[in-house]
């Protein structure tokens, strides 16, 4: 594994379903992020964690759940799926020594259609 | 609040003119600028940041930005253009007391014709 993975590459959901997509980066580092990419919108921050065992609300966090047991991974769970859940989603991760200085890295993104 | 700008939804160019995506930003405090591209069905990459200092920043693949504090810009520029730079250009601000919230601009798409 180099820098971030995310899974699956694509997936079309029927609406009602749960569904989680899985990211895992192995930079160590200790922030990382969702974001759901939407044409004319760019990137929307759903969901962040600071460090291990601690998680935060972004922009657009209804709908969208996330834990954070280990420094490596960091899941998003859509509950329920609606089909304004579709989109294209990317995981990133920062250092957070230095803080906002740093910038993120992503992974290549899933895209979700709900149907 | 904190929002960016970037004004131009396309910019086209030919190969070997020189490029320029503009950007614009709103914070209440101190930014921090970073500029991301995006290639097709790939994850931004990090192309360049201003932290503090020298105002034109220099990055990845030739490209460089200048931030103007009085106009609140930081345009992305590159003084020859290749075919390859086809892409979508995003740029972000972070207020350097918030930790976590980076904003994204609503994306530039770049083509540069042969």
Redesign the interface.
């Known amino acids: 594994i180099a820098g971030i993975t995310q899974a699956p590459t694509s997936q079309i959901l029927a609406a009602g379903r749960r569904m989680t997509l899985r990211c895992t980066q192995d930079m160590r580092h200790n922030a990382m992020y969702w974001y759901r990419q939407d044409l004319g919108l760019g990137l929307r921050l759903i969901h962040y964690s600071n460090t291990a065992g601690t998680t935060g609300k972004g922009e657009v966090p209804d709908g969208y759940s996330v834990s954070r047991a280990n420094t490596d991974d960091f899941p998003l769970t859509l509950a329920s799926a609606v089909p304004s859940q579709t989109s294209v989603y990317f995981c990133a991760s920062s250092d957070w020594s230095g803080r906002a200085r740093n910038e993120q890295f992503f992974g290549p993104g899933t895209r979700l259609t709900v149907l | 609040a904190q929002s960016?700008a970037q004004p131009e939804d396309q910019v086209n160019v030919a190969e070997g003119n020189p490029l320029t995506v503009k950007c614009t930003y709103s914070v209440s405090g101190n930014p921090?600028l970073?500029w991301?591209v995006q290639y097709p069905?790939?994850?931004?990459?990090?192309l360049l940041?201003y932290?503090t200092g020298d105002n034109l920043v220099k990055g990845s693949y030739g490209f460089e930005a200048e931030f103007n504090k009085s106009q609140t810009s930081f345009h992305l520029k590159k003084p020859s253009a290749l075919v390859s730079d086809s892409a979508l250009y995003?740029c972000a601000v972070?207020?350097?007391?918030?930790?976590?919230?980076?904003s994204?601009?609503?994306?530039t798409t770049v083509t540069v014709r042969a």
């Open positions: 960016v921090y970073f991301y069905n790939r994850g931004l990459q990090f940041k932290i995003f972070r207020e350097v007391a918030d930790d976590y919230k980076l994204f601009g609503a994306g």
